[in-house]
């Protein structure tokens, strides 16, 4: 919170005083400063050790009064509510956008939990004249609410012992892709005359291609401020951009340890394939040709293609570890949409969207499923796969379900059938019939989409399947 200086002691007083459960005695923080906005000495010490530990959970602030704190230096991240008091000038010596940005900080950093964060900001006209310039710039529209009505809706997900008929197991199998950690061999086995790839000219290139110019813009009024030329200086030898493209494929095949190895081969590239014919690396006219964007791009693009089918291993399916139940989920924070599931383990269905909320009912009341829920990613269930670019990723199914035959299915909604879906939808495949033949349980994938889903309304698994 924000306060002019004079008033900050009494804007502390007030938190206390009315509202005593919240933020009375040790959970109000009044820092007091100079008339400057500095710090006081004496303030300093208990200043940094709150901004040190005031995300830590025992630690009793809920609000800090000060001047000029949230100007910089400040990264707490459980700030939810920001009120701006000053008149926010230059003489003010401070910008909003600081205040602002305090708030954005996220506070459950990397959990993917599906929780859309709130900052509540309160401010005089000037402060939320800044707020309405933002919205328009960053072309974005920022929810209002009325104080004292309208409150955050803050759920927590977790099993209930009493729904406890209704937990699904899901086995934990090794992963059948693994990212290799060397290519060593496969890279010295590499057969560059057989590479599929277009043939470069040998010219000289233009010059105007050597000639890179910086220009520098006012980021408010757009009025160029700065303009300079520079003059890329050409390699003088052959193994300077050998060693340059072989440090990209490197790190475009994440294995950047194997620069030894590629450098080598990208050589005998240049030397033999890359022109069509065999050339002398060490001549002007060839290191002239290899200095070239149309050079590099075929160069790394061949290399990337050849290698990418390599860099992932395939291994024998095997379980891991005993199944995991759903139970065993620590609640989460969710603020999005939820489904009261009469058949789910979960006191609430989480769900990302209207569409997945609509399925969930329709399991719910489906007739032929005993059980189902939604999949939160912080459950931790996820199906490695490969995209089309041969790059290891990682899917998370939406829904888990058993029917009446006790047969198990993972469940995916979608929009849209794209590439990277058929890929997902195949190791999915994969997976339910590793699962089915190691676990002694069936299991099965069933993708449903949202048009058809929306124009037939299946009311059972069996409509469902036919779609």
């Known amino acids: 919170m924000l306060s002019d200086t004079g008033e900050a002691e009494d804007i502390g007083h007030w938190l206390r005083?009315?509202?005593p459960t919240e933020f009375g005695g040790e959970k109000t923080l009044i820092i007091h400063t100079n008339k400057?906005?500095?710090?006081?000495?004496?303030?300093?010490?208990?200043?940094r050790k709150a901004a040190r530990e005031v995300?830590?959970?025992?630690?009793?602030?809920?609000?800090?009064?000060?001047?000029?704190?949230?100007r910089e230096g400040w990264d707490v991240q459980n700030v939810t509510v920001v009120v701006g008091l000053r008149p926010y000038s230059a003489k003010a010596n401070i910008l909003p956008e600081q205040t602002i940005g305090r708030g954005l900080r996220l506070m459950f950093r990397g959990a993917n939990s599906g929780y859309d964060e709130r900052v509540d900001i309160i401010g005089n006209k000037a402060f939320l004249e800044f707020v309405d310039d933002l919205e328009k710039l960053e072309d974005l529209t920022l929810d209002t609410f009325e104080i004292g009505k309208e409150k955050p809706r803050i759920l927590s997900i977790m099993p209930m012992e009493e729904k406890k008929e209704f937990d699904i197991a899901l086995p934990q199998l090794e992963p059948v892709l693994v990212r290799k950690k060397s290519l060593s061999e496969e890279i010295t086995g590499l057969d560059v005359m057989q590479f599929d790839c277009a043939i470069l000219p040998m010219k000289k290139g233009d010059a105007a291609e050597k000639i890179f110019q910086f220009e520098g813009y006012d980021i408010l009024t757009l009025k160029k401020i700065l303009e300079r030329q520079y003059t890329l200086t050409d390699p003088q030898t052959a193994q300077e951009v050998i060693g340059y493209y072989a440090r990209i494929i490197a790190k475009e095949v994440k294995l950047p340890s194997q620069f030894a190895a590629l450098a080598p081969k990208v050589r005998e590239f240049f030397e033999c394939k890359a022109f069509g014919k065999t050339v002398n690396l060490e001549e002007a006219a060839a290191i002239q040709a290899m200095n070239s964007n149309v050079a590099q791009y075929v160069c790394v693009q061949t290399f990337k293609k050849a290698l990418q089918d390599k860099t992932i291993a395939e291994q024998e399916p095997?379980?891991?570890a005993p199944a995991r139940w759903l139970s065993s989920m620590e609640p989460i924070p969710w603020s999005r949409k939820v489904y009261e599931g009469r058949k789910c383990v979960l006191n609430l269905v989480p769900c990302g969207n209207d569409f997945e909320k609509?399925?969930?009912k329709f399991l719910d009341h489906a007739e032929d499923i005993k059980a189902f829920s939604k999949l939160p990613e912080r459950f931790g269930f996820a199906i490695e796969y490969t995209d089309a670019a041969m790059n290891l990723r990682y899917y998370y199914p939406d829904f888990v379900a058993i029917d009446q035959q006790n047969v198990h299915w993972l469940l995916e909604t979608k929009g849209q059938q794209t590439e990277e879906v058929s890929h997902k939808d195949h190791a999915a495949r994969m997976w339910c019939e590793n699962a089915t033949q190691l676990s002694g349980t069936a299991w099965r994938y069933l993708k449903v989409m949202q048009k058809s889903f929306e124009e037939l309304k299946p009311e059972s698994l069996a409509d469902a399947l036919a779609l």
């Not at 006081?40 to 208990?46: N, P």
Request: aromatic letters at 6%; charged letters at 30%.
């Open 17 to 19: 005083d009315k509202y």
């Open 36 to 47: 400057t906005g500095e710090i006081t000495k004496a303030d300093l010490d208990e200043a």
């Open 55 to 70: 995300d830590d959970e025992k630690n009793p602030i809920n609000a800090i009064v000060s001047v000029l704190m949230l």
């Open 318 to 320: 095997v379980l891991h």
């Open 358 to 360: 609509a399925f969930a």
